[in-house]
């Protein structure tokens, strides 16, 4: 027999949509999931990148399956048909991933472009992919929880929820907005629906991405840029964060063990959130 604790980490059984699952953070989740066994359905606007990961993850040998599902988190027409199809396949759906998000250049200010130059567009673009696209695929998503009163949500918030940063206005007030809506639909699950149904996000850190890796490494040089090295300075642990190292609370937050926590956003940022800088 399988330790207890193992146990709750067996997923065997159980089926995890996760979108933006072809993603740089998103696409560790997926993988720290389907190695534990679970059925995972990847969500992603370019079917391709998803379809190439499903087929990474499918070669692997396992008996579980990973899907790729071309989806905007912003149509709930076509989150519809992704819940649809996963319980077509599957029978059952019991977690979501919302990994979907990110920033964007023209919602950030600069030598060339102030605050007061932001364009509406490059706003409203951020709002939407970060707060709406958490929001949308808790309602579809969500209600088919509700309906049979079971099932785990996380949400990926952010540093900037817990300490806003220079330049990126409209990102650090939409992630603030992710992690208050986390607790506002933990609570409304909870009391409406089923305390079975959890909901919960985690907060990277800083981790290296094609969004900010010009702003935190000179690609000249290879070193870091001044606000690299102003990261660095204020993460005790004296570096960035990898992707695969938001598995372990992922994993955790969607399993058994956990089955008393909701409502909560859980750094994993290398004590970004715990230094006060002196």
């Not at 499918?58 to 076509?78: E, F, P, R, S």
């Not at 005790?236 to 695969?244: A, E, I, L, N, S």
């Not at 937050?253 to 230094?275: K, Q």
Request: net charge negative; with cysteine; aromatic share 8%.
């Amino acid at each position: 027999m399988k330790p207890k604790i193992a146990e709750a980490y067996d997923f065997h059984g159980k089926t995890i949509l996760i979108t933006g699952g072809s993603g740089l953070l998103g696409s560790e989740m997926t993988r720290g999931l389907f190695d534990c066994g679970a059925n995972v359905i990847i969500l992603g606007r370019n079917l391709q990148t998803a379809e190439k990961l499903a087929e990474q993850l499918n070669d692997d040998g396992h008996d579980n399956q990973a899907i790729a599902v071309q989806a905007d988190v912003l149509q709930k027409d076509t989150l519809k048909k992704a819940l649809n199809l996963c319980l077509e396949k599957f029978s059952q759906l019991d977690g979501l991933i919302n990994a979907a998000g990110g920033n964007d250049r023209v919602a950030t200010t600069s030598t060339d472009q102030s605050f007061f130059d932001l364009s509406e567009e490059g706003i409203r673009a951020v709002f939407d992919v970060n707060i709406l696209g958490t929001l949308f695929p808790c309602q579809v998503m969500g209600a088919y929880m509700a309906q049979r009163q079971h099932g785990v949500i996380l949400n990926i918030s952010s540093m900037n929820a817990f300490r806003p940063l220079t330049r990126i206005p409209a990102y650090s007030a939409a992630k603030a907005g992710v992690s208050n809506f986390t607790q506002w639909l933990a609570v409304h699950m909870a009391q409406e629906y089923s305390p079975n149904i959890r909901v919960n996000a985690i907060a990277p850190g800083f981790f290296i991405s094609a969004q900010n890796r010009s702003m935190l490494i000179d690609e000249s040089t290879g070193k870091y840029t001044k606000r690299g090295q102003n990261v660095i300075d204020q993460t005790p642990m004296g570096r960035f964060g990898k992707p695969d190292e938001l598995v372990g609370a992922t994993l955790w937050l969607m399993s058994p063990l956990s089955a008393f926590v909701t409502g909560v956003v859980i750094p994993v940022d290398g004590g970004f959130s715990a230094y006060s800088g002196v």
